[in-house]
């Protein structure tokens, strides 16, 4: 049996993770990049706290002994569901069994011009992309000798106050207060203003009530102006609209406020619900005799969860792992069993010795402060690829919590890492695309 595997994320991963080495079955595992992303600490990149390389793993380094799993490193363009091909950048692939597993990307409601002037993080250049823009508007406002123009360089708002909104805004208020007054003497970071952002009441809005206010409080303490009930509805660069009439006037838009899904060409759009691609209850495509979809973008309406699964590593993995063990049945001749997620609960960390966690199993528990802060830490450890990228990872987080440093703020300002152009003209780039989408858009 020849099974495609499209995305090496936590849910494509597992999956291949499951097959390896099974008699029978031959796996080809696409990615667009070398390596599995760690998504959960991308906010650490984003603020200097860790390398990029300590939250990635090398897919092939994951399977350099497998007899039956091959790698392509290219990006999947549509899938040919009459003839059962994958087509590739780099070729064309056939399949018996083909799984989706390409995950989300950030949702910006169709606003262009949000899209290319605010900075999201789904993926680890991303991460590293908000990193360089953070630092560099600090540089940039040492230059900027009006008090009101400065401010817009050192105000950051997010909008989205979900785990990612709230975890990078409580990292951004620490970075405040530790290191950026040591970096940056001439800057009066009292100025710099740090808004959280959610159209929904309350921060961690899908955590408990207790979890939520907890987080609140603490966001409070960390001097963070949370404005819920508040929807962006524009951005120009600098001023970011409210729909409510208001303005804050900023350089960085961070955008955390919604994802949808990576579904590729020729999947039609009636098996497309909210961004998710609908499977029944063994993650089978709805009306294909044989495509899956898994993780984030699958969505899956069972007892439990009627609406679909939440977008999560552990709903991803474990969909994962599941799938395995069916087409391992499905080989043996047996009959698949039905997939239902066993929820044992959620958490997150807002900054130093502050978190919250809701335990569902093995009883139900919450928990805050210090507590549920070494929680999030040792569960997010263990959860990582590699035991030296762990190993890294916590003698990062030893260090910054002696030292009340984030040491990693290498940050590019002429060159862009990802490109042979300038800073200066990729901003032009944007603008020059920002206006004319603007213009289409009338
Ligand atoms: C900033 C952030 C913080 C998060 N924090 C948490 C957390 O604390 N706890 C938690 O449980 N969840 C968290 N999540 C959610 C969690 O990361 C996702 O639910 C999980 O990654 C979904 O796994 P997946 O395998 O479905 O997709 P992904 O992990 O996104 O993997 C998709 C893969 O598909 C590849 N791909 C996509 N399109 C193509 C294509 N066309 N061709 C080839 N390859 C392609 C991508 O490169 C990627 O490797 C967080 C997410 C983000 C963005």
Redesign the pocket.
């Known amino acids: 049996m020849k099974v495609i595997i499209?995305?090496?994320?936590?849910?494509?991963?597992d999956l291949a993770q499951k097959l390896n080495n099974r008699e029978g079955i031959e796996v080809l595992l696409?990615?667009?990049?070398t390596y599995?992303?760690f998504?959960?600490l991308?906010?650490q990149v984003a603020t200097s706290a860790l390398e990029p390389s300590s939250i990635s793993f090398p897919i092939r380094k994951v399977f350099q002994r497998s007899r039956n799993i091959r790698i392509r490193i290219?990006?999947?363009?549509a899938i040919r569901r009459a003839q059962n091909i994958v087509e590739?950048d780099t070729g064309s692939y056939p399949y018996d069994v083909l799984v989706i597993?390409?995950?989300?990307d950030t949702n910006y409601f169709g606003n262009e011009k949000l899209a290319s002037l605010a900075l999201p993080?789904?993926?680890t250049l991303e991460a590293v992309k908000l990193k360089n823009r953070i630092i560099n508007n600090f540089e940039d406002a040492l230059e900027v000798a009006d008090p009101m123009e400065r401010k817009k360089y050192l105000t950051i708002v997010i909008a989205g106050a979900g785990?990612?909104g709230v975890?990078l805004a409580g990292a951004i208020s620490e970075m405040r207060k530790n290191m950026l007054p040591k970096d940056y003497p001439e800057l009066d970071f009292r100025m710099m203003d740090i808004y959280l952002l959610d159209g929904l009441e309350k921060p961690l809005f899908n955590m408990s009530p207790q979890s939520s206010g907890d987080a609140s409080q603490y966001l409070n303490e960390l001097g963070i102006i949370q404005k819920m009930k508040t929807i962006v509805k524009d951005y120009d660069g600098e001023n970011v609209m409210l729909a409510d009439g208001g303005v804050i006037k900023s350089k960085t838009l961070i955008w955390?406020a919604g994802?949808k899904g990576?579904v590729?060409a020729g999947i039609e759009p009636e098996l497309v619900i909210k961004g998710r691609i609908r499977v029944d209850r063994f993650n089978k495509v709805i009306g294909t005799p044989n495509i899956y979809a898994?993780?984030?973008?699958a969505t899956m309406e069972t007892p439990l969860y009627p609406k679909g699964h939440p977008?999560?590593?552990?709903?991803?993995k474990s969909q994962?792992k599941f799938l395995g063990r069916n087409l391992i049945r499905y080989t043996m001749g047996e009959p698949m069993e039905e997939y239902e997620f066993e929820n044992k609960g959620?958490?997150?960390t807002i900054a130093r010795g502050r978190g919250v966690v809701d335990m569902e199993k093995p009883f139900k528990m919450h928990l805050n402060g210090v507590l549920a802060w070494m929680t999030w830490m040792l569960l997010?450890a263990s959860l990582l690829h590699g035991g030296k990228n762990r190993v890294i990872v916590f003698v990062n987080w030893l260090y910054k919590l002696f030292s009340f440093d984030q040491t990693l703020r290498l940050a590019e300002r002429y060159y862009s890492l990802l490109s042979d152009k300038t800073i200066e003209e990729i901003k032009s780039e944007d603008c020059r695309e920002a206006e004319e989408n603007s213009k289409a858009q009338m």
């Open positions: 499209i995305g090496a994320g936590f849910a494509g991963l696409i990615d667009k990049v599995h992303q998504q959960p991308f906010y290219t990006r999947v363009q590739t597993a390409t995950g989300a993080m789904k993926s785990p990612t975890e955390a994802v990576n590729p898994i993780g984030d973008i977008q999560l590593a552990s709903v991803a994962g959620s958490m997150a997010h």
